[in-house]
Each structure stands twice: as structure tokens, then as C-alpha cells.
């Protein structure tokens, strides 16, 4: 698959994700079935999840998480 056809395919797999649904500050780029995720996501557990989403995709050989943990601020 082509490097934009990768990412649009793992950004549909984190997009359709129930609990990553909400998660759109994430940005998704690929270069020869490396995935690499940037952006910030609230808990480490969605941290995990998008990389274990990302390794799931059809093409993907690995991932590089570089996502950040920024924790809601509440009112």
C-alpha cells in the first residue's frame, strides 16, 4: 500500500474506534509500513490503545508512538 493509503487506513481504524472516537488531535503519518503517531491524547491508555489500533492495520509493520499524555483539565 502507498504511504497515503496507509495512513488513511490506520486514521479510519483510530476513527472508528470507540474508544479513540474522540481522540482527533492525533496525526498519523507512514513511510514504507513505518507508522509513526504524533499529537496528544488525555490517558495513557488511549496512548496504548492508538498504537495497538495502528499495529493492527492491514500493511502496518511497525508503529513509533509519539503520541503525548495531557490530562483534561477539569472546569
Known amino acids: 500500500a502507498s504511504s ?5 487506513k490506520v486514521k479510519t481504524a483510530l476513527a472508528s474506534d470507540v474508544g479513540l472516537r474522540t481522540m482527533t488531535n ?5 513511510d514504507d509500513g513505518v507508522v509513526t503517531l504524533k ?5 495513557a491508555e488511549a496512548k496504548k ?3 495497538a489500533v495502528a499495529k493492527k ?3 502496518v509493520k511497525s508503529v513509533k508512538n509519539q503520541l ?7 472546569g
Open 68 to 74: 503525548t499524555v495531557e490530562p483534561e483539565k477539569k
Open 4 to 8: 497515503a493509503a496507509l495512513t488513511t
Open 49 to 51: 490503545r492508538a498504537e
Open 39 to 43: 499529537g496528544k491524547v488525555t490517558t
Open 57 to 59: 492495520v492491514d500493511g
Open 26 to 30: 492525533i496525526n498519523v503519518d507512514s
